[in-house]
């Protein structure tokens, strides 16, 4: 018996309407993703990629098709469920710029926790382990605009792990970074993702990326056809 996917498309579709001109992006797209596995999505600029994430991660919803993650219809939820269930299950890390500079690098990662109801003592310790582990534990208390660009990176990791997520959505994870610093922050991600036991699902142009993954695809012409 195969296992259930943890994340599966049926016939999702994407078209943008803006006045009268439309955008198709995705055209009846069929996903699986199966649980423990990293998935990379790649394809040209403006192909769709993060569309095909956004909705992956119900931050956005497809025109039509169904996305189900952990067996449930994400189309039947309503916004305030859909919230709670993406802080629950889904970690995401994207390009940058999701910190907020008003808090401390601590506090950042305690956010999605705090959000959820977390008593604070218990947070900040998962917190303060996870910045151990990403190699920040002296630069806890500062402030996002204080770090280097890897930095602020290992902190939205740990932002992304703290809630414990079955699902890691990473978009361009290395995007904002020099080439140098990017090998060292992929190393990492995957090293959390396989002592976590995390499945990723990632979106890169960059090739070398993708193909550090088990599974790749490319997105074009608004499907998705798998790489070997
Ligand atoms: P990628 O991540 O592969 O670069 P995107 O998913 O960001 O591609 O975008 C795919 C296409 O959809 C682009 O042509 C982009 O301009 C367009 N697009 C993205 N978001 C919107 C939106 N909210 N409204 C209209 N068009 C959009
Ligand atoms: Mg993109």
Redesign the pocket.
């Known amino acids: 018996m195969t296992e259930k996917p943890l994340l599966e498309f049926t016939g999702v579709s994407k078209t ?1 309407i ?1 006045g009268e001109s439309q ?1 198709s ?1 995705l055209q009846q797209i069929d996903f699986s993703l199966p649980s423990g596995v990293s998935v990379a999505i790649t ?10 994430l956004n909705i992956a991660g119900g931050l956005d919803k497809p025109t039509s098709g169904d996305v189900n993650f952990l067996g449930k219809a994400l189309r039947h939820m309503h916004d305030k469920e859909l919230s709670e269930f993406r802080n629950r299950h889904i970690g995401f890390i994207f390009q940058s710029h999701i910190l907020l500079d008003d808090f401390s690098a601590l506090e950042n990662v305690c956010i999605p926790s705090l959000i959820r109801g977390e008593p604070k003592k218990n947070v900040s310790r998962r917190a303060a382990q996870l910045l151990e582990r990403v190699g920040l534990s002296d630069r806890m208390d500062h402030r996002p605009n204080k770090l280097s660009g890897g930095e602020r990176q290992r902190v939205a990791f740990c932002r992304a792990l703290v809630n414990s997520p079955e699902l890691l959505i990473a ?1 361009e994870p290395t995007g904002s970074l020099d080439e140098q610093s990017s090998r060292g922050i992929e190393e990492l991600l995957f090293d959390l993702v396989r002592e976590q036991g995390k499945t990723l699902l990632l ?1 890169t ?1 960059d090739m070398q990326l993708a193909r550090k993954c088990a599974v790749v695809y490319l ?1 074009h012409n608004r499907e998705l056809q798998e790489l070997t």
């Open positions: 943008y803006s955008l992006i394809g040209k600029s403006g192909s769709g990629k993060s569309t095909f978009d979106v142009h997105l």
